[in-house]
């Protein structure tokens, strides 16, 4: 007998950065190429990830855009498709990001 478990997808999704920014608030965004749209990663204040891992992203996220590096974001909210991640402050936390070179 089979019996079919809910499934939580994993999705990892890559490409270019076309913008960084962070906001007055500490949310830093990107906007990749995966999405066409600004999507927040973390926020430096909010405690979702720590405060360090979110600057480290942050200068990741910087140093991609600045040298036209592929980034990888991986999440784990069981979302289906990278094109459909919520956008600015109802975007999920990636479990990583990553300089995919």
């Known amino acids: 007998m089979l019996i079919a478990a809910p499934a939580s997808a994993n ?3 890559s490409g ?3 913008g960084v920014y962070i906001t007055s ?3 830093v965004v990107i906007n990749g190429s995966w999405r066409n749209d600004w999507t927040r990663i973390c926020n430096l204040n909010a405690g979702e990830v720590s405060a360090v891992t979110c600057s ?3 200068s990741y996220a910087a140093t991609a855009k600045k040298d036209s590096l592929n980034v990888k974001v991986a999440y784990t909210a069981g979302l289906t498709s990278c094109s ?3 956008t600015y402050e109802t975007s999920p936390i990636p ?3 990553m300089l995919d070179v």
């Open 11 to 13: 999705i990892w999704c």
């Open 16 to 18: 270019k950065l076309a």
């Open 25 to 27: 608030s500490g949310d």
């Open 56 to 58: 480290m992203w942050a």
């Open 84 to 86: 459909t991640i919520g």
């Open 95 to 97: 479990y990583y990001l």
